[in-house]
């Protein structure tokens, strides 16, 4: 898949995260890049062999005050390659950058793995 029709799958899943939570979602960069760096996997306590499909690299809104003072945008990494590789059809990558998407987007407002896991799981259910 090119570069430009990734880019495309994730423009799409970040437009169907609601109204409500985009408004809400301010300094922040959604980026694509085709591989996480060492250090992004590092980041992502990613362990020999896993796989890093997005990474949110910032500080919650949960943590925020209205007393900090400028910051740098937040960022919202999707990786393309390791998509490509667990991908078993076209539908099945949409799905999963869409997952990876609302699981970076989560983490954004706050939620810890284990809370954005329940979410996941919520979400699925009633989807």
């Known amino acids: 898949m090119s570069a430009d029709e990734f880019d495309r799958l994730v423009e799409a899943a970040y437009a169907r995260i609601p109204a409500r939570f985009r408004r809400r979602m301010k300094n922040i960069a959604l980026l694509v890049d ?42 919202i990494t999707v990786f393309q390659g390791p998509h490509e590789r667990l991908a078993r059809s076209p539908e099945h990558l949409a799905r999963m950058v869409e997952d990876t998407v609302w699981h970076e987007v989560a983490h954004y407002f706050g939620m810890d793995e284990t809370q954005v896991r329940a979410s996941e799981r919520r979400r699925r259910r009633t989807g």
């Open 34 to 75: 085709r591989e996480p760096s060492p250090h992004q996997l590092a980041r992502g306590r990613v362990p020999r062999g896993g796989a890093l499909l997005g990474l949110y690299e910032g500080r919650p809104l949960t943590l925020r005050s209205v007393f900090d003072s400028f910051t740098m945008p937040d960022r």
